[in-house]
Structure formats: structure tokens, C-alpha cells
């Protein structure tokens, strides 16, 4: 089954002429004479020795593979250095790691690694040298990748990144925490390793939307709840847990999204599945904000549309979970009747100290989302009614989503939503919260089930 997708015509890289073509030149041009057969020779050494992974369509295949890998979330900091690293990470417990240069710069990058050497860090997360990295490099679902694909993310890695001379940062952990021993037992415990196996009972879409989104797309990442050791519960859907969310770090709630009615996505047509993965946004359901936006701007939006209907594919036919049973959260709350005696009247922009949250909601957010909530005609402006962001299950989203805004671009113009961290009192926010997951999202009293602390 080619679901790894062979080039349609492949001509033999400049490496690999054979032993074999030499002789049958030699042959050939045996009436030339000796001095020009010598040269021949030479010139065809040359060739056998030039570097196999130099290759433009290799390196253009492994281009592509980073881009579905998102390599570039962690490994650019600075847009002008693409992948010199630098990146901060919180690490739970521990403190603050940075990425690392992965650019071909010989001293401080990764120039001089082998093709094992690479293939180390990405798929069993040692680097060179053999030292542990820790997990906040996806290496857990980097596993699944296949040998194939390792060959042309390296190809890409040394040929088609520009060098950056960027030393790397030295992370901010205590020295008694620094030891990196223990990743070598937390490995044992739960890195399975070796790359993804098609499964011959299910179509090749399947086979390839499992193999991104378990691999490359590491939705489970973000998505899969973890366990006592921070470990992802499940890493594909043969676990129980597979996909059925998690809190992300910087106070995100990564959603369910397996095919469960209530707690997950089960009544997203794929249609909207597929509009959602490649922009970000559907109005009356759902819109990509912190880190999903994120990974919509710089990976999933400039994926092939195939390899999004495969993602689209296998979601849809993972098994369902039912993790927070908290009723629905995309089919509830109402419009607001309310605000209509306001039609016509100025909306008060100065909020003041007022503690109202319908009020608040007219003075911040309605020039906006409406006054009744249900957004802009031309959906723009989502709607806030029937939002999975409103009618979650925990608030965490929604107060991000307030306090920073939205930031999203694939290209077409950015969409943009102010913050408001700097106008809410903490008071105000519980307040404005509370009124929109009432009426806006159906959920019913202030103390909903799981509320993130003020
Ligand atoms: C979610 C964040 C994240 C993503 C996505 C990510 N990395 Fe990393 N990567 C890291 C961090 C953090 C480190 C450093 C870990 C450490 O110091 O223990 C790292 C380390 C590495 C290293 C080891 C470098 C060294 O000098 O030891 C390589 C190689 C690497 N990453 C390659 C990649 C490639 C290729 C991709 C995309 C397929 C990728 N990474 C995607 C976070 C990430
Ligand atoms: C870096 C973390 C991260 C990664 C990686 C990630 N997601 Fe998300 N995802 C989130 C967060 C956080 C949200 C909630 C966004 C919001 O409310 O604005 C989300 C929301 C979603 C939603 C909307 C669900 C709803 O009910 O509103 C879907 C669908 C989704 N992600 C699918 C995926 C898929 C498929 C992948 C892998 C291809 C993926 N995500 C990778 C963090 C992530
Ligand atoms: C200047 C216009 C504007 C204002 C004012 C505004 N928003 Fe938004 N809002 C947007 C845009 C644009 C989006 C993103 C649409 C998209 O993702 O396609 C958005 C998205 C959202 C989302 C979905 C985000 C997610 O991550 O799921 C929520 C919830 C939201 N707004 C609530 C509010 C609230 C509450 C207020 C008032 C405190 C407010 N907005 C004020 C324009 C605005």
C-alpha cells in the first residue's frame, strides 16, 4: 500500500550510479583512449562521492515532512532564524528548557550529525553524543515516523536550511533536577518504539491519517490527557484515552476530539472537521486561539488537502470517549434577549469598575460578537452562541481567549482579537465569564465543574 507516497517518477539520485554504469561507459567510450578514460574516471568518482542527500526532491519531500512535523513551532524563535532554536518551554516541576539550533551550522547546530544520529533524537529522543532529551521534544510521537521519511526530513535538515551560528541556551533547572539520567528509566517506562505499521484491515486514508496524526501532527501532544509520570495516557487509538484532552501548557485546555457526541467532536460533519483543520474557523462551532492557532498557521493550513481528509478520515473513526461528562458544548445557550432594549443606544466602551457581566459583555465585546451574541453576518465575527469555546466544559479557553486575544494568519490577512488582560479586574473577568457560559454556552451556575483559579 503506498500510503507514504512514492514520487511518481524517481530518477536515480547522483549518488547511487552503480559500479556497473561505469564499466558500460568504459566500454562505450573505449575508442577514446586511455588519457580520456582516465578522466572519465575520475569525473564519475566524483560523482559517486557527492552527498547522497543533496538531492532537490528529497530535500523538497522533507520540506513538506516538517512542515506536517511543525518542527518550526519549537525550533524558531526568531522568523529571521528559522530553526536556530531558543524556543522557552515550561517543563512541569523542573523549569524552563530552550530548544535547541537545529540549522546545518557545524558548532552550533546539528551540521555534523550523521543520518543515526538524527534519527536518534527524532525518533528515540537521544542526541548526539547520547545524551536524554527531554520530552518537550515530540520524540514520543516522532516514534511512528518511517525510515523513509527520516531520510528526507535529514536531507532537509542539512541541505535546505541556511546555517545559523546561534549558540545554544542553557536551560534553567536547578542543578539537583538537571541530571538527565532519570529520561533514560521514563523512557523504558513509555517510549514504544519503532514507526508505524499500516494496518491492512483499514483504507489507505486511514492508514495515512493515523500515521500523521500519531507521528508527524503529534495531536496527542496537546490533545491526550497524561498520567502520573506526565507521560501521554494512550499513544494511539488503541489506548483508552487516545485524543481525549488535556491542559496544555500557558493555561490552555486542549479539547476532546474524539468522535464523542457530548465531550467531543462526534457531531462535526467532516465537512467542518476539514474547513476547522485547514483555517481555523467555523462560525457557530469553532475557532483556533493559543496554540491551536498556532499549529492551523504553521502546519496544518499548508498541508495537502489529501493529507487533511486522511487526518478528517481517521479522527472520525477513532473510538469515541466520553471524558468530562459535562453535557454538550457545542448545541447549547441562546442569543441574548437582553441587550435588544439597547438597539440603537451607544454601547458604553468605559466599563469602569462595574462588575455586571451582561454589561461588561455590551461594553467590550458586542461592537464585535453582536449584541445578542450570534456575531457578524458574514461570520467574521464569530458567534458566541453555539461556540465550543463558550459551552466548554472548564473555562481555561475562554478566559485565554479573553485576557490575549486571538491571533491567527494562513495567508489570507490576519485575524485579529484584541486581549483584554490589561482592562478586567480578576473580579470582572470571573464575572464576564460566568454571564457568557450562561447564556452564551448553556452552562448553568457560576460554579461550573471545573473552573480555572482567578
Ligand atoms: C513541541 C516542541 C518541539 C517540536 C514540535 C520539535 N522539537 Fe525538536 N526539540 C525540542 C526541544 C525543547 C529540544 C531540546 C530538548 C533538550 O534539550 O532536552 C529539541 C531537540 C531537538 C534535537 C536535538 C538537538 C541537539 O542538539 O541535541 C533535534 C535534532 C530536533 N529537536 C529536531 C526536531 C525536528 C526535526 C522536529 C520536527 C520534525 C522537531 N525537533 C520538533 C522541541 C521540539
Ligand atoms: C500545541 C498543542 C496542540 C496541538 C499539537 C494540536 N492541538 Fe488541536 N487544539 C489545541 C487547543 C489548545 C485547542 C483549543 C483551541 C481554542 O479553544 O481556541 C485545540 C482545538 C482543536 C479542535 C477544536 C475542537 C473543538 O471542539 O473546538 C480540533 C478539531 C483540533 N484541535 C484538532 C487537532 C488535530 C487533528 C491536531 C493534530 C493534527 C491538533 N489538534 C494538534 C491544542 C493543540
Ligand atoms: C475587535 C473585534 C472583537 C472584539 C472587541 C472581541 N472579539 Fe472575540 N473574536 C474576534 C475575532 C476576529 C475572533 C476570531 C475569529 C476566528 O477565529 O476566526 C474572535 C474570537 C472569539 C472567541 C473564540 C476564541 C477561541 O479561541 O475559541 C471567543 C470566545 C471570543 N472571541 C469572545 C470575546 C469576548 C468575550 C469579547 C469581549 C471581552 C470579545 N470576544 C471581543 C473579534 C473580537
Not at 542527500?53 to 518550526?72: N, W
Not at 511512528?144 to 531520510?151: F, G, N, Q, S, V
Request: proline share 6%; hydrophobic share 35%.
Amino acid at each position: 500500500m503506498s500510503i507514504f507516497r512514492e514520487p511518481s517518477c524517481r530518477s536515480l539520485p547522483a549518488g547511487e550510479s552503480s559500479p556497473t554504469a561505469v564499466r558500460l561507459k568504459a566500454v562505450s567510450y573505449g575508442g577514446i583512449g586511455a588519457p580520456a578514460l582516465v578522466l572519465l574516471l575520475f569525473l564519475t568518482s566524483a560523482v559517486a562521492q557527492t552527498d547522497e542527500f543533496d538531492d532537490a526532491e528529497l530535500i523538497d519531500r522533507g520540506r513538506y515532512l516538517a512542515i506536517a512535523g511543525d518542527c518550526a513551532a519549537c525550533h524558531t524563535s526568531d522568523s529571521d532564524r528559522p530553526f536556530a532554536g531558543g524556543y522557552p518551554m515550561e517543563m512541569p516541576m523542573l523549569g524552563t528548557i530552550y530548544s535547541s539550533n537545529i540549522t546545518p551550522d557545524a558548532e552550533h547546530g546539528i551540521g555534523d550529525w550523521s543520518l543515526r544520529e538524527f534519527e536518534g533524537a527524532l525518533r528515540r529522543g537521544v542526541s548526539k553524543g547520547g545524551r536524554n532529551l527531554y520530552p518537550a521534544m515530540p520524540y514520543i510521537s516522532y516514534a511512528r515516523i518511517t525510515d523513509r521519511d527520516i531520510r528526507a526530513l535529514y536531507a532537509y535538515f542539512m541541505h535546505g536550511v541556511e546555517p545559523q551560528a546561534e549558540p545554544n541556551r542553557n536551560n534553567d533547572i536547578p542543578w539537583l533536577l538537571s541530571a538527565r539520567w532519570p529520561l533514560k528509566a521514563w523512557n523504558t517506562l513509555y517510549l514504544e518504539s519503532g514507526p508505524y505499521e499500516v494496518d491492512p484491515d483499514r483504507g489507505e486514508a486511514w492508514n495515512r491519517g493515523a500515521y500523521l496524526v500519531q507521528g508527524l501532527a503529534h495531536c496527542g501532544t496537546c490533545h491526550t490527557p497524561r498520567g502520573i509520570g506526565f507521560q501521554e495516557k494512550s499513544l494511539s487509538e488503541q489506548g483508552n484515552h487516545y485524543l481525549a484532552g488535556g491542559p496544555v501548557l500557558a493555561g490552555w485546555q486542549a479539547y476532546n476530539i474524539t468522535p464523542d457526541d457530548d465531550s467531543g467532536i462526534g457531531l462535526w460533519t467532516e465537512a467542518q472537521l476539514i474547513q476547522f483543520l485547514k483555517s481555523g474557523h467555523v462560525n457557530r462551532l469553532a475557532q483556533a486561539g493559543g496554540p491551536m492557532a498556532e499549529a492551523v498557521e504553521n502546519s496544518l493550513a499548508r498541508l495537502r488537502d489529501e493529507d487533511i481528509h486522511a487526518i478528517a478520515t481517521y479522527l472520525r473513526a477513532i473510538p469515541a470517549v466520553r471524558s468530562d461528562g459535562g453535557g454538550p458544548r457545542q448545541r447549547q445557550g441562546q442569543p441574548s434577549q437582553s441587550v435588544i432594549a439597547l438597539r440603537g443606544k451607544p454601547l458604553a466602551s468605559d466599563i469602569g469598575e462595574d462588575v455586571d457581566g451582561a454589561r461588561l459583555y455590551l461594553g467590550l465585546c458586542a461592537s464585535c460578537h453582536g449584541a445578542d451574541g450570534t456575531g457578524s453576518e458574514d461570520g467574521y465575527y464569530p458567534s458566541l452562541v453555539h461556540n465550543s469555546t463558550v459551552g466548554a466544559h472548564s473555562d481555561h479557553n475562554l478566559r485565554q481567549a479573553i485576557l490575549h486575544g486571538v491571533r491567527r494568519d494562513i495567508g489570507q490577512g490576519a485575524i485579529l482579537m484584541p486581549g483584554f488582560a490589561r482592562q478586567l479586574s480578576g473580579e470582572q473577568l470571573a464575572a464576564l465569564v460566568d454571564y457568557l457560559r450562561q447564556q452564551f454556552g448553556g452552562r448553568r451556575g457560576p460554579d461550573a465543574p471545573d473552573r480555572a483559579a482567578p
